[in-house]
């Protein structure tokens, strides 16, 4: 059986989170922007999520799709249970000596 292969347009235009939500970015923010209100423009940065009734269209063609958690390459021990009502996934990556020392 050949691999599940992600539509590559719903991997441009969505990404799951953590919980396996979809997240979209909203539109009416890549032109004509000097004539909108800047508390627009600033309200329309923010991601969205896919609406419910959306959701199961969108699922099927996203499948495959990771979250950012699953492709972080060493994530970072979440903060113990109660003190933060969210998890975060942290990248770390490591930073080699050279380029800290100074010469002198």
Do not use: W
């Amino acid at each position: 059986m050949p691999k599940m292969k992600t539509h590559r347009g719903a991997a441009k235009r969505f990404r799951k989170t953590g919980t396996g939500k979809l997240v979209r970015v909203q539109g009416h923010v890549k032109h004509y922007l000097e004539h909108k209100p800047g508390t627009l423009r600033r309200r329309l940065q923010r991601n969205g999520l896919v609406s419910k009734a959306d959701a199961p269209r969108i699922r099927p063609a996203a499948r495959p799709l990771q979250s950012r958690c699953a492709r972080s390459e060493s994530p970072i021990a979440t903060p113990p249970p109660g003190k933060y009502s969210f998890q975060r996934c942290v990248t770390v990556r490591a930073v080699s000596g050279s380029q800290n020392s100074s010469s002198g």
